[in-house]
């Protein structure tokens, strides 16, 4: 009743098929593919970041939709555009044998820019109903989770079975026509969005003013991180750009926002930022074969995508309806407890690096199913209270740009994370590119792994910044989203506060937001 037959099946085919199904398919053949075009593990790194920084322009994306309609609409014919680019990009890399790095790489960040476009505009309107029943948001959240971990392990099986016996872009002819599946109910408006007269526009640059500015700096760092990594093959260039820009952003969301907001998202942001990424080495590591790497794991392929992905995907699904178990819990508990949990478990993947399993009689196949198994349950609760803490700390009527520069805030710094691991992987001299007798490229890549695994547990250090509250409470009390901000009590301005009046003829921007993952940024 409170979200209706329409919105759950654009959630379904959004959050579930899009982004479960060709996200996987797309994910697991691109890592094949930069593979047969011997890119090297910390390049591979880069590339990837690059295919995955639409995530990171989700407040650009949606300013500009809500602030240009097309035919009296801001979301369908943004969907259905991005939808006909995707299906293009798909069927260059099917048509394509060899393609360059380069076009490739372009391919797949137009392919996951369909896939942020279509989850941020979905996901700010479940954020609005989750707003106004706080009391259903962990169900809400369970269900869009625990859907997207079903529909993982049917991806999962079926990648591991056409990478294992087809070429990587078997695949994209696999994931073409599904990701055709948003054009029907976008053309038959199943968002229900009313037409916007013409002429009219409730999108005013100058009653928005300051996340119109936000959006703009954000969106635009991302397109110049992407230019710069594309143009300059330099891990370390790419970094320093990555977390100058990040720090940049950083420092005007603080300055301008409210306080409670600001604090939430620079935690975020710097938690996110110390997740250093090392699976561009990782996938060499895992995969190499025995002439290439003599003491490796040497998993198949389809081990590699369907044993460990569907055991992840398993307990995702696990950890999802666990995590109504945990509630009730504050925040600054929850977080405290599921990160050292999460750096513990992350530590075994060093054990592995050493191969110190092996020494103990531990076969390879067995302790990585153990490992990713925790990983994920933990990294799942983990993950749960930060997705309602971003839905509920947004000011209302400015659900759009806010949840989306709080959401591209966060991707932003996972983004610089993966630029960051592939300049400690080059200057550690892990640089795998699938050549043989490479072992020497793995001696230190346990020392990328202890970073990774550790680095998370810094930010807990400023956990004062999260509020003492539970996960059911209301974070955020009436206001506008710079009230109390640096900017306001500096330039002598009164705090604002938004009355029912003020909400309803004042800021109204419509609504998108996208998270992930990981989320939907896969991790390592």
Known sequence: DVFGVKLLVMIILTHHVLAGLVGGLVYHAMEFSFQELKVAGPQMQVLSTVAFLPYSMKALIGLFSDGFPLFGLRKSPYIVITTILSLGAHAFLVAKETPSITASTASFFVIFFQ???????????????MKAAPEVAPDVATMMSAGSSVVRIFSNFLSAWLLQHFQPRVSYMVSLPVAAVLLWPAVWNYLGETKIARGSCSCSFKQNFIPFCLAVVSGMSAIGTMAFAL???????????????????????????????????????????????????????????????????????????????????????????????????RYRSILTSTNLAYALVNCLTVISYKRLNLQYGIPDQAFLLASSAMQTVIGQLAFMPLSLMLAQ???????????????????????????????????????????????????????????????????????????????????????????????????????QKVSDDAEEVGINLSNYLTLEEEDEHPSN
């Not at 896939?115 to 109903?129: G, H, N, P, T, Y």
């Open 231 to 329: 143009l300059i093959s330099s891990p370390k260039k790419s970094f320093l750009m990555a977390l100058c820009l990040g720090v940049f952003n950083l420092t005007l969301l603080s300055f301008f926002l409210q306080p409670a907001i600001a604090r939430i998202n620079a935690f975020f942001f710097l938690q996110s930022m110390f997740h250093v990424g090392t699976h561009g080495a990782a996938f060499y590591f895992f995969t190499d074969t025995e002439a290439q790497y003599q003491n490796g794991p040497h998993l198949s392929r389809q081990f590699y995508v369907a044993g460990i992905g569907t055991m992840a995907s398993i307990c995702s699904l696990f950890g999802a309806l666990c995590y109504k178990l945990f509630k009730n819990m």
């Open 393 to 495: 700390i947004v000011p209302q009527g400015i659900e759009s740009v806010m949840l989306a520069l709080l959401s591209a805030s966060m991707n932003f710094g996972y983004s610089i994370a993966n630029y960051a691991g592939a300049f400690i992987l080059q200057e550690l001299g892990v640089t795998p590119d699938g050549s043989d007798h490479e072992d020497h490229k793995f001696d230190h890549l346990w020392i990328a792994g202890l970073l990774s695994a550790c680095g998370p547990c810094l930010p807990l250090l400023l956990l004062r910044l999260i509020p003492d509250g539970r996960q059911t409470d209301r974070l955020l009390e009436a206001g506008s989203a710079t009230s109390g901000s640096l900017f306001e009590r500096w330039s002598w301005k009164r705090p």
């Open 115 to 129: 896939i942020a476009l279509a989850d941020l505009m979905i996901q700010a309107k479940v954020s609005e109903k």
